[in-house]
């Protein structure tokens, strides 16, 4: 029993226990009628794809991986950080997402590897072709939407710590204007959604909990949370801590401001001063190669022909 027959039975018992899953899921669905009248409300139904039929299908093997997952709590804090609904039907939602795409990656990845092992003569290499393309497309699948959230959540931190100070900025100049606190949100986030919509769209929703009854110190921690930031949260604790004790908004808006872009001053200069040290590799691998071929090569020439010379050459 060699290991291609190995791998062709793995396989075939794979696809075996996916197909009996997917046939099991099929009719034993568990719909009720009221439930998804609820979920539509007033809204006109819309005659749903294959796609919604497959969410719909894995929806019993999404909640019991959500039970046994630790991640349930992670992808809720990734979406508050966002600025994205987190309720539970959302993580619901995105789990689900997640499952299906593991299964069709590992399924097709099943279905390219029974069909590329046989053109592979070392059996050796047989268990390798089979087990990175049937675990490593479904890896990727899987975990690819996470690392999606992850790179959103830190360009959004990095044009936080980019542009909040002129922000800031443009809050205080609004409040000595005469607007008050509310106005001055509003208008800064209507500003700054012309050249970073994340700043904005954070400034317009603190402007718009505001609108719809929410205290101004339950908003500014809202935004604290969303954006984890320790310059955000100096300055949410400046403004509340100045309404609670009824001090001059517009003094702890010039003073946060002015500490705002010290540290965004002291943060450029330290990476001026990194920029030598991390140019060193790249000098050494890429450039002094180069150099030392330019230079020594006319020479290695000459003393080449002048040994070949002494030794009787021409």
Same mark, same amino acid.
């Given at each position: 029993m060699n290991i291609e027959f190995i791998l062709k039975i793995f396989i075939l018992l794979i696809m075996t226990v996916m197909s009996g899953l997917l046939v099991y899921m099929i009719f034993n669905r568990d719909t009720s009628y009221l439930i998804e009248r609820l979920k539509r409300g007033h809204s006109v139904s819309k005659r749903k794809s294959i796609l919604d039929d497959l969410l719909e299908i894995l929806k019993p093997l999404t909640a019991a991986n959500m039970k046994s997952n630790k991640n349930q709590?992670?992808?809720?804090?990734?979406?508050?950080?966002?600025? +994205?609904?987190?309720?539970?039907?959302?993580? +619901?939602?995105?789990? =689900?997402?997640?499952?299906?795409?593991?299964? &069709? @990656?590992?399924? +097709?990845?099943?279905?390219?590897?029974?069909?590329?092992?046989?053109? &592979?003569?070392?059996?050796? /290499? $047989?268990?390798?072709?089979?087990?990175?393309?049937?675990?490593?497309?479904?890896?990727? #699948?899987?975990?690819?939407? %996470?690392?999606?959230?992850? !790179?959103?959540?830190?360009? !959004?931190?990095?044009?936080?710590?980019?542009?909040?100070?002129?922000?800031?900025? /443009? /809050?205080?100049?609004?409040?000595? @204007?005469?607007?008050?606190?509310?106005? #001055?949100?509003?208008?800064?986030?209507?500003?700054?959604?012309?050249?970073?919509?994340?700043?904005?769209?954070?400034? %317009?929703?603190?402007?718009?909990?505001?609108?719809?009854?929410?205290? !101004?110190?339950? #908003?500014? !921690?809202? /935004?604290?949370?969303?954006?984890? =930031? $320790?310059?955000?949260? *100096?300055?949410?604790?400046?403004? &509340?801590?100045?309404?609670? +004790?009824? @001090? *001059?908004i517009s003094n702890s808006l010039a003073i946060s401001a002015d500490s705002l872009r010290t540290k965004r001053k002291q943060r450029l200069e330290a990476q001026v001063s990194a920029a030598s040290t991390k140019m060193t590799i790249p000098l050494v691998l890429c450039l002094l190669p180069a150099t030392f071929a330019v230079v020594l090569t006319p020479a290695i020439i000459q003393v080449v022909e002048s040994l070949g010379k002494m030794n009787g050459f021409k």
């Open positions: 709590d992670t992808v809720r804090q990734m979406f508050i950080r966002l600025g +994205m609904s987190a309720t539970e039907s959302d993580v +619901m939602d995105f789990e =689900n997402r997640r499952v299906l795409r593991f299964i &069709v @990656a590992a399924f +097709m990845g099943v279905i390219i590897a029974f069909i590329l092992i046989p053109f &592979v003569h070392e059996s050796s /290499l $047989k268990l390798v072709v089979g087990t990175i393309f049937i675990c490593l497309p479904a890896f990727i #699948a899987y975990k690819s939407p %996470n690392w999606i959230l992850t !790179k959103r959540i830190k360009a !959004k931190e990095k044009a936080f710590e980019k542009y909040f100070p002129d922000a800031i900025d /443009l /809050l205080c100049v609004c409040v000595e @204007a005469g607007l008050s606190i509310d106005g #001055a949100i509003e208008r800064v986030g209507k500003e700054f959604s012309n050249f970073s919509k994340e700043v904005g769209s954070e400034f %317009n929703r603190v402007a718009k909990d505001m609108l719809s009854g929410v205290s !101004k110190q339950d #908003a500014l !921690k809202g /935004l604290s949370e969303r954006v984890q =930031n $320790k310059d955000i949260q *100096s300055f949410v604790a400046i403004i &509340v801590q100045a309404d609670r +004790m009824g @001090a *001059s």
